[in-house]
């Protein structure tokens, strides 16, 4: 489990996911509260963890390539982290 949630694997995953992910219906307005999200994801995933080169490379790649998948990708890095820390506890 540790192996499959590992940053890099992980993170790849998602790129593959995000290639092909096609949201349906209307976007929605992110409130306030995610913003807060995106700020302790960066922190937190981006500046304190280890992984923090793979989160860094996954998120700059989603901007660059796909700049409106930008709020998929930090949720997904969010996912990982929570993911990361149950099979750590496993």
Do not use: N
């Not at 499959?4 to 509260?33: D, I, K, N, Q």
């Not at 937190?44 to 700059?60: C, N």
Request: aromatic letters at 14%; charged letters at 25%; proline letters at 6%.
């Amino acid at each position: 489990m540790r192996r499959l949630y590992e940053p890099r694997t992980y993170y790849r995953r998602c790129r593959t996911f995000l290639e092909s992910y096609r949201p349906g219906g209307p976007r929605v307005a992110r409130p306030l509260r995610d913003l807060l999200a995106v700020w302790r994801s960066v922190w937190l995933l981006g500046v304190r963890q280890r992984g923090r080169r793979a989160y860094w490379h996954f998120v700059l790649s989603t901007l660059l390539r796909r700049p409106w998948q930008i709020s998929h990708a930090i949720e997904l890095s969010i996912f990982g982290h929570h993911y990361r820390r149950v099979a750590a506890d496993l």
